[in-house]
């Protein structure tokens, strides 16, 4: 099983930044397709990226596109989620997941490991 950790969340003004990483100690991430994934109080986890293991592909929901951007460390030690133009529904709890599966497509099933995941809260 693959531990992953995230960090980087807090609490930032709308309009405002943050870029939250994902990592596993003592692995790299290359041979996974990694998704993050957010969790509003009251709502269910959505996923708003993903970077494929394959080719580097990325995908956006709706909802982020444009302003979120997710890339890999060179090294393949992190995944990262660059969020920019922050708004007040972007808070919750913001989730890595890893799968061993070549696209982010649904169709290749769940992902196979989880992050415990860091709080973003955008607010005044």
């Known amino acids: 099983q693959l531990q992953l950790v995230e960090s980087g969340g807090g609490l930032v003004q709308p309009g405002g930044s943050l870029r939250l990483s994902c990592a596993a100690s003592?692995?790299?991430?290359?041979?996974?397709?990694i998704a993050w994934f957010r969790q509003a109080p009251g709502k269910e986890r959505e996923e708003v990226s993903c970077i494929t293991s394959s080719d580097g592909t990325t995908q956006y929901s709706d909802s982020v596109k444009g302003r979120f951007t997710v890339s890999r460390d060179s090294t393949e030690k992190a995944v990262y989620l660059q969020m920019n133009s922050l708004k007040p529904e972007d808070t919750g709890v913001y989730y890595c997941?890893?799968?061993?599966?070549?696209?982010?497509?649904?169709?290749?099933?769940?992902?196979?490991?989880w992050g415990q995941g860091t709080q973003v809260t955008v607010s005044s």
């Open positions: 997941a890893a799968g061993v599966r070549s696209t982010c497509h649904p169709e290749e099933g769940p992902y196979d490991d």
């Open positions: 003592g692995f790299t991430l290359d041979y996974y397709t």
